[in-house]
């Protein structure tokens, strides 16, 4: 039987005016996906194909006001957390997911632009692991990423083992480490580890292209879509990977007149 409500989303991120990352790219994606997006932004920011030129953070009342006008009016049925900017708004959101027991929920721990900008607070990163780490279905950090949260250097595809068991010995209930920052040219191998101890590679061969701004956003909130959509997390990262590598193979497409020509850039994917 089909169920006769749409599927929806709702994605907490920062606002990207370049429109490629973010709330702007979690929505088109979600939509492109069947679902439908709603939005809670935690931040501001200056930024193009270029990089992060600065940021500002989303008042903590006011943030907390957007997420209570959506979660007082209508059934979420899966959450997509990008980034947090700094302590007060991980709280909030700690709160808020046991308020109202919100469930399918996927944390990009997103903590620094490809650029260098820093999008995440020091003193934020322990609270999100010991408050919203227990309470997300799965993480999705790249290897810097996880390097930060185990305070150690290593992008080594044989050490994803160790990197899985202690992320979850963190208490994060699933970790999807992206292979983005790996050391393989050939291909982009993301590996899913799940409680107590299991480990599962998605593999595609990597491809060549300028367009990867909002790459992180795009499969976390693709996940999301699917676990919304009834999917359960093995099927969700599968379908997710393969709509990010198709994506990515047709970004070309979106070509832009630049006003300067020569400058290295990281365009969107859709």
Same mark, same amino acid.
């Given at each position: 039987?089909?169920?006769?409500?749409?599927?929806?989303?709702?994605?907490?991120?920062?606002?990207?005016?370049?429109?490629?990352?973010?709330?702007?790219?979690?929505?088109?994606?979600?939509?492109?996906?069947?679902?439908?997006?709603?939005?809670?932004?935690?931040?501001?920011?200056?930024?193009?194909?270029?990089?992060?030129?600065?940021?500002?953070?989303?008042?903590?009342?006011?943030?907390?006001?957007?997420?209570?006008? #959506?979660?007082?009016?209508?059934?979420?049925?899966?959450?997509?957390?990008?980034?947090?900017?700094?302590?007060?708004?991980?709280?909030?959101?700690?709160?808020?997911?046991?308020?109202?027991?919100?469930?399918?929920?996927?944390?990009?721990?997103?903590?620094?632009?490809?650029?260098?900008?820093?999008?995440?607070?020091?003193?934020?990163?322990?609270?999100?692991?010991?408050?919203?780490?227990?309470?997300?279905?799965?993480?999705?950090?790249?290897?810097?990423?996880?390097?930060?949260?185990?305070?150690?250097?290593?992008?080594?595809?044989?050490?994803?083992?160790?990197?899985?068991?202690?992320?979850?010995?963190?208490?994060?209930?699933?970790?999807? #480490?992206?292979?983005?920052?790996?050391?393989?040219?050939?291909?982009?191998?993301?590996?899913?580890?799940?409680?107590?101890?299991?480990?599962?590679?998605?593999?595609?061969?990597?491809?060549?292209?300028?367009?990867?701004?909002?790459?992180?956003?795009?499969?976390?909130?693709?996940?999301?879509?699917?676990?919304?959509?009834?999917?359960?997390?093995?099927?969700?990262?599968?379908?997710?990977?393969?709509?990010?590598?198709?994506?990515?193979?047709?970004?070309?497409?979106?070509?832009?007149?630049?006003?300067?020509?020569?400058?290295?850039?990281?365009?969107?994917?859709?």
């Amino acid at each position: 039987m089909t169920n006769k409500y749409v599927p929806t989303v709702l994605s907490i991120a920062g606002s990207d005016p370049y429109a490629g990352a973010g709330i702007q790219v979690d929505s088109k994606t979600i939509h492109a996906l069947g679902a439908y997006a709603f939005s809670c932004i935690s931040a501001l920011s200056a930024q193009n194909s270029t990089g992060v030129k600065t940021l500002q953070p989303t008042d903590k009342v006011m943030f907390k006001e957007q997420l209570e006008s #959506i979660l007082d009016d209508v059934y979420v049925d899966a959450i997509k957390i990008g980034m947090l900017a700094n302590s007060d708004l991980v709280t909030v959101l700690i709160d808020i997911i046991d308020k109202y027991k919100l469930k399918n929920i996927v944390l990009d721990p997103v903590l620094l632009s490809s650029s260098g900008h820093i999008l995440l607070e020091k003193d934020a990163i322990d609270i999100m692991v010991h408050g919203l780490f227990p309470r997300v279905d799965i993480i999705t950090p790249n290897i810097p990423e996880v390097n930060t949260f185990l305070t150690y250097n290593d992008t080594r595809e044989e050490d994803i083992e160790r990197m899985g068991k202690s992320l979850l010995a963190l208490n994060a209930n699933a970790v999807l #480490i992206k292979g983005g920052h790996s050391l393989n040219q050939d291909s982009a191998i993301d590996y899913l580890i799940q409680k107590p101890f299991k480990i599962k590679a998605y593999r595609a061969n990597r491809i060549n292209s300028t367009h990867t701004h909002g790459t992180g956003c795009v499969l976390s909130s693709a996940i999301a879509t699917h676990l919304a959509q009834g999917y359960d997390l093995e099927k969700s990262v599968e379908l997710s990977k393969i709509f990010l590598n198709q994506t990515l193979q047709s970004a070309s497409t979106l070509n832009f007149n630049y006003l300067q020509k020569n400058k290295i850039r990281k365009e969107p994917l859709l």
